[in-house]
């Protein structure tokens, strides 16, 4: 039974929560890709940090959406996150929606740390990564080399994976219809192309399996439910070293994305969110980072540091940049929810 002191307490501190302008104290909480990509994150990021600082983090992770980022913000204080991993695009549009706090370079290293383009008003960066296809090397000896590969059934029997959405998927239908890299974004910028990306994939409709989070791709390509799949390219070597696999990469064709990090609009936490952030983009954190998954970084000077070895296997690795495409989040934030329409009914057809 409760005591009179202890129900007295309860009742002060909610009349004291009830009041406009009080904001409810509660711990840093940083939010992810989760499974594999997240442990990674945690044993090169989170857990130093909190030796280090002895702040208290939470975790949380999430799998992309615009609409979480609004609802979460428009909550007030009933919002958990406060560091959150970011997409290009989700990047881009909440910025200018005024979903995420601006952030002093100064205060997280300065613009010279970082790659060339990828800080913002409002992120820094978290991960470069490529969306990439994957297949088993024990079920395709002499695998895909192109995305019109992939749409050849005939030569590769059974079912494909895609993620559930435009944004990747109709870029690679677009390259399996002979649409050059360097055009993919004019072409999808046009109704015709857009049709035409929707018909390349009315070819492989009934052969297609749709994914939505990171986890998804290994466990589908692992179970035999698929013969291939796209996937963050990190993924797929994580699955070889933790199930030992021989998933293979086909990098032809692969789209090139930089996530950022960013801080929630309103965050109670915000100094140890930019102390938070300070310290993911220090070189001797993320020179450890992608030997971790194959990764890219965004630290200048881990690049510079990370063996030849490591180097070559990375997205950031010249040849990998030149097979492929960079996504373009400008064309994503204007279009991703007249596309997220159209291609949801065409996906219920």
């Not at 909190?50 to 992309?64: N, P, Y």
């Not at 239908?173 to 360097?182: E, I, K, S, T």
């Not at 072409?187 to 018909?199: F, H, I, M, N, Y």
């Amino acid at each position: 039974m409760k005591t009179r002191t202890a129900i007295l307490h309860a009742a002060l501190l909610a009349s004291v929560l009830a009041l406009p302008g009080v904001a409810v104290a509660r711990d840093l909480t940083v939010v992810s890709a989760g499974g594999i990509f997240q442990d990674a994150q945690r044993e090169v990021y989170f857990d130093p940090f909190r030796k280090e600082t002895g702040i208290v983090l939470a975790e949380d992770s999430w799998d992309g959406g615009i609409g979480v980022l609004r609802t979460k913000v428009g909550a007030g204080e009933a919002n958990n996150w406060d560091v959150v991993e970011v997409e290009a695009e989700e990047e881009a549009l909440g910025c200018e929606e005024g979903l995420f706090e601006t952030i002093d370079p100064a205060t997280v290293g300065g613009v010279e740390r970082y790659i060339a383009g990828s800080v913002t008003e409002c992120g820094v960066p978290a991960n470069i990564f490529s969306i990439v296809l994957a297949y088993d090397g024990a079920v395709f000896k002499d695998g895909p080399k192109t995305w019109a590969d992939v749409w050849d059934t005939k030569k590769y029997p059974g079912k494909r994976a895609f993620r559930n959405g435009p944004k990747f998927t109709l870029e690679a239908a677009l390259m399996a219809d002979g649409v050059a890299a360097a055009d993919v974004y004019k072409t999808l910028g046009t109704p015709e192309g857009v049709d035409r990306a929707l018909k390349k994939l009315d070819e492989l409709k009934p052969d297609i399996v749709w994914w939505s989070s990171g986890n998804q791709p290994m466990q589908l390509l692992g179970s035999g439910e698929v013969a291939m799949t796209t996937s963050y390219n990190g993924r797929i070597r994580g699955a070889n070293a933790e199930n030992k696999r021989d998933f293979k990469i086909m990098w032809s064709g692969n789209i090139f994305n930089i996530d950022s990090w960013v801080i929630l609009k309103g965050s109670p936490n915000k100094d140890n969110a930019v102390k938070l952030l300070e310290y993911l983009g220090r070189t001797d954190r993320q020179v450890e980072w992608p030997a971790k998954l194959g990764y890219g970084v965004g630290s200048v000077a881990a690049q510079a540091a990370l063996p030849a070895d490591v180097a070559t296997t990375l997205p950031t690795s010249p040849e990998h940049i030149a097979a492929g495409i960079t996504v373009d989040a400008n064309f994503w934030v204007q279009n991703i929810d007249a596309l997220n329409e159209r291609f949801t009914a065409w996906a219920a057809k």
